[in-house]
């Protein structure tokens, strides 16, 4: 009969416990009962602490070999050399620094991985956004215009509208599109004019007003209707929908993502290339339908030449390319004029 | 045979402890943009469970990280799509003013948030019960997840109708579905609870708290309703802020006795819940009382505060040292005839509570 240390021992086929004894055999731990019949022999290598080591408290161990049985060593002598020979062995432990390195490369690739959808985004948002029914677009435009326009002043000038509308109605008759345009004039000093999702057009009078002639405004005018053909605006929305999702994705939290949403929705600004595209789809549909086009040129060079230093730029230049890359890319042709002078008189006179 | 009837229950857990678990959890959450909190949630189980001794044999928990992230992804997949699909169908109606189809997307997304939450729950239970080992041997759970979510759907429908009447039925028929399905090896749980046994003392909570709120209401009506019209009338902003400011001042010690009542209430179930359950011959005893429960809330939102929410985890042992202190249990078990589990373990985690972001531990 040998000597051992005092153990608690479930053999792994039920939840009963029985005192038994531990005998250190060379490379393994060996569990008696006590009429000295063996219980179970684990190999060192085998053995895995079940618990974290706690001075003064009991070793709590399991077996690769039997997984469900537990050993609880409790004599202190017992508990130090079974600790060395695991350390001696290690892989055995039971803990949280282990897997530093594992943290630290999957945090870099949960990086990566955000990093290449969101640049991947702007990819993907072009040909999403084209495959959105314009009918669709057009319902939501109508929701946004709405509510973008509840607390503005709308000009009630009616020639001068009349001659914006057959301006605008000249355009698309002569490109033959096949969208629907509004046209929407806000007294507002801001020197600006933007494009709605849904084909909505809105110029600011501030921009009338500072417009020296009517080929200026249909050079603008043509510009964000060329927007509106390129789905710029509803490009802007799948992204800023794309966002919100990789935001909520990351966080765990599906309500970043509605505020995301929420907050992009009225807030539309194009990027430089949305900009070139619409200067350049603006300026051919100048041309087909014979009109000037030089007036979309000559309105951003003299826009930079009166703000360029001081720090009222307005608005519309903020995101927009430079104005002299700009005239320098679309120099202009002569066409017939927009209006006549009577009519860009009325337009003139429209928000007064 | 070991059969025992004088049994133990101890909670050993400790802020010194615990204490750097959570800092190197923050730490290796800072690495990984958060992607660590399943890993996190695990590291903190393991010490809570292992710090929990039944005759001096601790539970232990056997999930991972690993099986909680794959949860996770599962089910951010299968469930997260057709919700972020219908919110953002509901702000598109919304922006559109397309009013028809935003109470189609609206009420489709309250029924799917609605059955979810118990399901998740549900769910949740049977992951967490599945990794918990006493002894080397599984605890585990049968049970539908659906019919749990149809039967807190139902309950709660009664206690809104009854205007929280039949509140007792909805907590003990929810907790019967729990534990009538919960095991420990092969072994079920017993429980044979009713509502009606509760009702009385629900009563005396309920009808206080339902009068307090009816002369409150009348009180704040008669003695300011007048002064409250003259000054709205009179668009006197001053006048009217200094009403409602008072009326706030008078909600929160009314809401103050509410929660201290419900305590009361809520400690008298839990006594009740522990004496109907039973495990072999092994019967429960709890003498938690309501003042107990109440200085635990308290305090456990104290621990929020005071650490800025990262003791969070503290306050589950708090919670756990209340149990162990207050439960205790006595009758015969035999453990030899406690076999194992047979439940496969499930091999995903909780992984809809995950996304779902609820039942943090």
Same mark, same amino acid.
């Given at each position: 009969?040998?000597?051992? !240390?005092?153990?608690?021992? $479930?053999?792994?086929?039920?939840?009963?416990?029985?005192?038994?004894?531990?005998?250190?055999?060379?490379?393994?731990?060996?569990?008696?009962?006590?009429?000295?019949?063996?219980?179970?022999?684990?190999?060192?290598?085998?053995?895995?602490?079940?618990?974290?080591?706690?001075?003064?408290?009991?070793?709590?161990?399991?077996?690769?070999?039997?997984?469900?049985?537990?050993?609880?060593?409790?004599?202190?002598?017992?508990?130090?050399?079974?600790?060395?020979?695991?350390?001696?062995?290690? #892989?055995?432990?039971? #803990?949280?620094?282990?897997?530093?390195?594992?943290?630290?490369?999957?945090?870099?690739?949960?990086?990566?991985?955000?990093?290449?959808?969101?640049?991947?985004?702007?990819?993907?948002?072009?040909?999403?956004?084209?495959?959105?029914?314009?009918?669709?677009?057009?319902?939501?435009?109508?929701?946004?215009?709405?509510?973008?326009?509840?607390?503005?002043?709308?000009?009630?000038?009616?020639?001068?509208?009349?001659?914006?509308?057959?301006?605008?109605?000249?355009?698309?008759?002569?490109?033959?599109?096949?969208?629907? !345009?509004?046209?929407?004039?806000?007294?507002?000093?801001?020197?600006?004019? !933007?494009?709605?999702?849904?084909?909505?057009?809105?110029?600011?009078?501030?921009?009338?007003?500072?417009?020296? $002639?009517?080929?200026?405004?249909?050079?603008?005018?043509?510009?964000?209707?060329?927007?509106?053909?390129?789905?710029?605006?509803?490009?802007?929305?799948?992204?800023?929908?794309?966002?919100?999702?990789?935001?909520?994705?990351?966080?765990?939290?599906?309500?970043?993502?509605?505020?995301?949403?929420?907050? *992009?929705?009225?807030?539309?600004?194009?990027?430089?290339?949305?900009?070139?595209?619409?200067?350049?789809?603006?300026?051919?549909?100048?041309? *087909?339908?014979?009109?000037?086009?030089?007036?979309?040129?000559?309105? !951003?060079?003299?826009?930079?030449?009166?703000?360029?230093?001081?720090?009222?730029?307005?608005?519309?230049?903020?995101?927009?390319?430079?104005?002299?890359?700009?005239?320098?890319?679309?120099?202009?042709?002569?066409?017939?004029?927009?209006?006549?002078?009577?009519?860009?008189?009325?337009?003139?006179?429209?928000?007064? | 045979?070991?059969?025992?009837?004088?049994?133990?229950?101890?909670?050993?857990?400790?802020?010194?402890?615990?204490?750097?678990? &959570?800092?190197?959890?923050?730490?290796?959450?800072?690495?990984?943009?958060?992607?660590?909190?399943?890993?996190?949630?695990?590291?903190?189980?393991?010490?809570?469970?292992?710090?929990?001794?039944?005759?001096?044999?601790?539970?232990?928990?056997?999930?991972?990280?690993?099986?909680?992230?794959?949860?996770?992804?599962?089910?951010?997949?299968?469930?997260?799509? @057709?919700?972020?699909?219908?919110?953002?169908?509901?702000? /598109?109606?919304?922006?559109?003013?397309?009013?028809?189809?935003?109470?189609?997307? +609206?009420?489709?997304?309250?029924?799917? &948030?609605?059955?979810?939450? @118990?399901?998740?729950?549900?769910?949740?239970?049977?992951?967490?019960?599945? %990794?918990?080992?006493?002894?080397?041997?599984?605890?585990?759970?049968?049970?539908?997840?659906?019919?749990?979510?149809?039967?807190? /759907?139902?309950?709660?429908?009664?206690?809104?109708?009854?205007? +929280?009447?039949?509140? @007792?039925?909805?907590?003990?028929? =929810?907790?019967?579905?729990?534990?009538?399905?919960?095991?420990?090896?092969?072994? @079920?749980?017993?429980?044979?609870?009713?509502?009606?046994? /509760?009702?009385?003392?629900?009563?005396?909570?309920?009808?206080?708290?339902?009068?307090?709120?009816?002369?409150? +209401?009348?009180?704040?009506?008669?003695?300011?309703?007048?002064?409250?019209?003259?000054?709205?009338?009179?668009?006197?902003?001053?006048?009217?802020?200094? &009403?409602?400011?008072?009326?706030? =001042?008078?909600?929160?010690?009314?809401?103050?006795?509410?929660?201290?009542?419900?305590?009361?209430?809520?400690?008298?179930?839990?006594?009740?819940?522990?004496?109907?359950? %039973?495990?072999?011959?092994? %019967?429960?005893?709890?003498?938690?009382?309501?003042?107990?429960?109440?200085?635990?809330?308290?305090?456990?939102?104290?621990? %929020? &505060?005071?650490?800025?929410?990262?003791?969070?985890?503290?306050?589950?042992?708090?919670?756990?040292?209340?149990?162990?202190?207050? /439960?205790?249990?006595?009758?015969?078990?035999?453990?030899?005839?406690?076999?194992?589990?047979?439940?496969?373990?499930?091999?995903?985690?909780?992984?809809?509570?995950?996304?779902?972001?609820?039942?943090?531990?």
């Amino acid at each position: 009969m040998q000597d051992g !240390f005092p153990v608690h021992f $479930s053999d792994g086929r039920t939840a009963g416990r029985i005192s038994a004894l531990l005998v250190l055999a060379p490379g393994r731990l060996e569990v008696h009962d006590g009429t000295g019949r063996l219980l179970a022999g684990w190999r060192y290598r085998d053995v895995r602490l079940q618990d974290a080591i706690r001075p003064g408290e009991p070793l709590r161990l399991s077996s690769t070999a039997t997984p469900d049985a537990r050993l609880t060593v409790l004599h202190p002598q017992a508990i130090d050399e079974v600790t060395r020979q695991l350390t001696a062995i290690g #892989g055995s432990g039971y #803990g949280m620094w282990r897997s530093l390195g594992w943290v630290v490369a999957s945090g870099l690739a949960v990086a990566g991985v955000v990093w290449g959808l969101y640049a991947a985004l702007p990819l993907a948002a072009r040909p999403v956004a084209r495959a959105i029914p314009v009918a669709w677009e057009e319902q939501l435009g109508d929701g946004m215009a709405v509510s973008a326009l509840a607390d503005q002043k709308i000009c009630k000038g009616e020639d001068g509208q009349k001659a914006l509308e057959g301006l605008l109605a000249s355009i698309v008759t002569a490109n033959g599109l096949e969208r629907r !345009f509004t046209l929407h004039v806000t007294a507002d000093k801001t020197v600006n004019a !933007f494009a709605l999702p849904g084909g909505h057009i809105v110029l600011l009078s501030g921009l009338l007003n500072d417009a020296r $002639s009517p080929d200026e405004v249909a050079g603008v005018m043509a510009h964000e209707m060329a927007h509106i053909l390129e789905r710029h605006a509803a490009e802007r929305l799948v992204r800023a929908a794309g966002v919100g999702l990789l935001l909520a994705w990351v966080t765990g939290d599906p309500s970043s993502l509605i505020a995301g949403a929420g907050g *992009t929705l009225l807030n539309l600004s194009y990027s430089r290339g949305d900009e070139s595209e619409a200067d350049a789809r603006g300026v051919s549909l100048l041309e *087909t339908a014979g009109l000037s086009t030089g007036g979309l040129s000559s309105f !951003f060079l003299r826009l930079e030449e009166h703000h360029g230093k001081d720090s009222l730029v307005p608005q519309l230049l903020s995101t927009h390319p430079r104005a002299t890359d700009r005239a320098a890319a679309h120099p202009g042709r002569d066409g017939r004029k927009p209006m006549t002078d009577a009519q860009w008189q009325s337009v003139k006179a429209m928000c007064r | 045979m070991t059969v025992r009837s004088q049994h133990q229950l101890h909670h050993l857990g400790r802020f010194g402890e615990l204490v750097p678990i &959570i800092l190197l959890n923050l730490v290796y959450q800072m690495l990984t943009l958060g992607l660590y909190r399943f890993w996190a949630i695990t590291n903190i189980r393991r010490y809570l469970w292992a710090r929990t001794l039944f005759n001096d044999d601790p539970l232990e928990y056997t999930g991972t990280g690993k099986e909680l992230f794959l949860g996770f992804l599962l089910a951010a997949v299968v469930v997260l799509v @057709p919700v972020f699909a219908l919110q953002y169908g509901l702000a /598109l109606a919304n922006a559109a003013g397309e009013t028809a189809l935003a109470v189609v997307f +609206g009420g489709l997304y309250g029924l799917l &948030i609605v059955m979810l939450t @118990p399901i998740a729950l549900y769910r949740a239970r049977r992951y967490r019960l599945n %990794r918990t080992v006493w002894r080397g041997m599984r605890w585990g759970q049968s049970g539908s997840a659906m019919i749990y979510a149809l039967l807190t /759907l139902w309950y709660g429908f009664l206690t809104v109708v009854t205007l +929280g009447l039949a509140y @007792p039925w909805q907590s003990i028929a =929810l907790e019967r579905y729990r534990l009538g399905h919960t095991y420990f090896g092969n072994q @079920p749980i017993g429980f044979d609870g009713t509502g009606r046994a /509760l009702f009385g003392r629900w009563l005396k909570a309920w009808a206080p708290t339902v009068g307090v709120i009816l002369a409150f +209401g009348l009180f704040a009506v008669t003695r300011y309703g007048q002064q409250l019209s003259v000054a709205s009338e009179n668009d006197d902003a001053e006048a009217l802020g200094l &009403i409602i400011g008072l009326g706030m =001042l008078a909600l929160v010690p009314m809401m103050l006795v509410m929660a201290m009542v419900f305590c009361w209430y809520k400690a008298a179930e839990l006594r009740y819940i522990a004496g109907q359950a %039973r495990y072999q011959e092994l %019967r429960f005893t709890c003498t938690v009382t309501g003042g107990q429960l109440a200085w635990l809330v308290i305090g456990n939102m104290l621990v %929020r &505060i005071v650490t800025l929410g990262l003791g969070g985890s503290y306050t589950l042992v708090r919670t756990a040292r209340l149990m162990a202190r207050t /439960l205790s249990a006595e009758g015969a078990v035999d453990f030899d005839r406690v076999r194992q589990n047979p439940d496969e373990r499930t091999r995903t985690g909780e992984g809809l509570a995950a996304a779902l972001s609820m039942g943090e531990f």
